[in-house]
């Protein structure tokens, strides 16, 4: 019988391993993702791998064993690197049987490492792997189905396994203190699942050579029957846990994953509300980048601060109307986006949006919403209002499915396209103003511009996709893996459109300045670290001072490997007031102010400083950039 290993190699000369038939490859990745083959080199320096195959002797003293050593230049083991191990393995056809005492700790294992394992199975190889040694984390392959995941057990003897049902692990062995060999003829004691995942495959090859088992189906048989119920994890390894099955996620190509979070297609005319909500005014200050008509602005009845929505509306020549709507302005659209009207709780403003929902509902509208709380709302009236809706629902989020469909359908690439990030130091600094004109500018000069909006009106604005991670967050994914979420956009992004530049933005403030800022800081610069931007742009408050401002760059270049290509100055200056409760007010400087903060600014940051909203510095912005990303 011959099995495989895959683990930081093996010291073969170890005396543990006399009369064993053992050889072997290196498999290694350097920075740049590229995996070198290395023949019949496998000396293991970390020693593990040494120890787990003298387990394995203790059963089946006469298997042969094929070692796959991986490394990596940067310490971490991939997915890649793994697949490519499996795969290598799968490609002797001698092999029966793979240990894999280590795994890849994700919610979301690549579908490359998925396809491996379903190969395995198909092939008739058995694939035995240790489960984390924390019960309730899903590591990787051993929480695929076609893996038989090993975890800790108290065992009464080395030759004893619990089989288990729908657990974290499929079978529990012993992995508790023990004597293991180590390179150099030397023995240490460890402990892990990755000692259970050994004894476990050293008894079920101990039983092949018994001729207890031939095939997966004998083996599952032989498994259940040899079960020792008495079994028991004292690291909760018998506890509930969630496994992915082969089949589980489907497989998406790019387009079908670009459509599915965008709005349906089909949209043609547009009503707005509340239109006096800051996301509704974007859709009025760059109509040119709104892709629908957009045929009626609709107002809380209750509001203040109307007038420059007013004007603007005017000035686009589309009609505006406050309260109930007559039966004929239902007729000059097909569908509406909702803002938030929920979050003022006036009764009279809550009951008109209720009762717009429910005559948009009755006549069959769509709807794009950027609050799940409003979803909610006109799944409510649909279920009460008893007939069969046929429009469509569109809520610019991005849920931990959409992250699945991602993990299963893309492979890592190496990113081609440049990306600009824009950051700031305070709010209310027009930082999705920025990314729109930097877009509207880069189009002009005949480049394509993709764009990656954390602001729910982006989809409607021309982006690629939305992150939503602002006002009433719609991202529904663990922040540890916004990482890879965003890596995958990217990647269906310049897949799909094949743009000349990627342009992003965070929200808030990075830097927690005062406690209201507090709750949301950290997640806007793991945004900025998980996107991993080529360059910033940075908006400035003008009594910000060049400390905060420097303090700002540095903790977001502590992360990434960028500079700051420009910043933008707001035009409001902020007030905190600390009375009972902790306020921010604003005031727009005038025309003589704000130069003469312009002027401060570009005589003392490291780079220049700019209105953004000055056409008079287009060109200068637009050489900027075009300069940054030609060099070399």
């Known amino acids: 019988m011959k099995i495989g290993i895959i683990d930081t190699g093996v010291d073969h000369t170890h005396k543990r391993f006399n009369h064993h038939h053992i050889t072997g490859i290196t498999l290694s990745e ?22 787990i195959l003298s387990i394995i002797v203790q059963h089946a003293p006469y298997v042969e064993t094929e070692v796959v050593k991986l490394e990596a230049e940067n310490g971490r083991i991939s997915e890649n690197l793994l697949v490519q191990a499996i795969n290598y393995l799968l490609n002797n056809k001698e092999i029966e049987l793979i240990n894999i005492s280590m795994g890849i700790k994700t919610n979301n294992p690549s579908k490359e490492l998925r396809l491996a394992c379903d190969r395995a199975s198909k092939q008739g190889v058995i694939l035995v792997a240790a489960v984390h040694y924390l019960h309730d984390k899903l590591c990787y392959p051993a929480h695929f189905s076609s893996v038989l995941g090993v975890g800790q057990g108290i065992v009464e003897t080395k030759h004893k396994f619990r089989k288990l049902d729908n657990k974290s692990a499929d079978i529990l062995a012993k992995g508790g203190f023990q004597r293991v060999a180590y390179p150099e003829n030397a023995f240490r004691f460890s402990v892990g699942t990755s000692l259970a995942t050994a004894h476990f495959s050293g008894i079920i090859c101990k039983a092949k050579l ?70 509704m005014q974007s859709i009025l200050e760059f109509p040119q980048l709104f892709p629908y008509q957009l045929t009626l602005a609709v107002g809380n009845l209750r509001s203040i601060k109307l007038n420059q929505s007013i004007s603007l509306l005017e000035n686009l020549g589309v009609p505006y109307t406050f309260g109930e709507l007559e039966d004929a302005a239902y007729n000059t659209f097909d569908t509406v986006i909702i803002g938030y009207f929920l979050d003022k709780l006036l009764d009279q403003n809550s009951y008109q949006g209720y009762s717009l929902i429910k005559e948009c509902v009755k006549r069959n509208k769509n709807f794009i919403v950027w609050d799940l ?34 993990c299963a359908s893309m492979e890592h690439q190496v990113l081609k396209s440049p990306s600009i990030c824009v950051v700031g130091t305070n709010k209310k600094q027009g930082k999705f103003t920025t990314q729109l004109i930097l877009k509207e500018l880069l189009r ?29 967050s719609t991202v529904d994914v663990d922040i540890r893996e916004w990482n890879k979420s965003l890596r995958f956009l990217t990647q269906v992004i310049e897949e799909h459109t094949k743009p ?16 209201m800022n507090d709750s949301n800081a950290a997640e806007m610069l793991s945004y900025v670290k998980a996107f991993y931007p080529d360059t910033l742009i940075c908006t400035i408050s003008p009594n910000d001072t060049l400390d905060y401002i420097k303090k700002t760059t540095d903790v977001i270049k502590a992360f990434v490997d960028c500079e700051v290509l420009f910043y933008v100055l707001t035009p409001f200056e902020y007030t905190i007031h600390f009375n009972n409760q902790v306020r921010v007010s604003y005031r727009m400087l005038d025309e003589d102010e704000y130069q ?21 510095n287009s060109q200068k912005i637009i050489d900027i950039i075009i300069n940054k990303f030609s060099k070399g």
Request: glycine content about 6%; aromatic content about 8%; hydrophobic content about 35%.
């Open 30 to 51: 350097n920075l740049r993702k590229e995996i070198k083959l290395v023949k019949n080199s496998f000396k293991d320096i970390k020693g593990h791998g040494t120890g």
């Open 444 to 472: 002009e000069n005949g480049y394509k511009v993709s764009h990656l909006s954390t602001e729910p009106q982006g989809i409607v604005l021309g982006a690629d996709f939305v992150f939503p991670i602002g006002h009433k």
């Open 210 to 279: 018994e001729n207890q088992w031939n095939d997966l189906d004998s083996l599952n048989s032989w498994i259940k029957r040899n079960s020792d119920n008495s079994i028991i994890s004292l690291t909760k390894h018998d506890s509930k846990i969630r496994k992915l099955n082969k089949t589980e996620t489907p497989v998406f190509s790019a387009e079908e994953i670009y459509n599915s979070l965008k709005p349906a297609a089909g949209i043609l005319n547009i009503a707005i509300y509340p239109f006096e909500e800051k996301e």
């Open 373 to 406: 709380a409003i979803k909610d709302l006109i799944h409510s009236v649909i279920s009460d209002s008893g007939g069969e809706y046929t429009g469509s629902i569109f809520v610019t989020a991005f849920r931990r499915q959409d992250q699945e469909n991602l």
């Open 500 to 515: 000349d530049i990627i342009i992003t933005g965070s929200q808030g403030s990075i830097l927690p300045k005062y406690p």
């Open 596 to 616: 003469s903060k312009l002027k401060y600014f570009n005589e003392n940051l490291n780079a220049p400083a700019f209105n953004i909203k000055d056409r008079n």
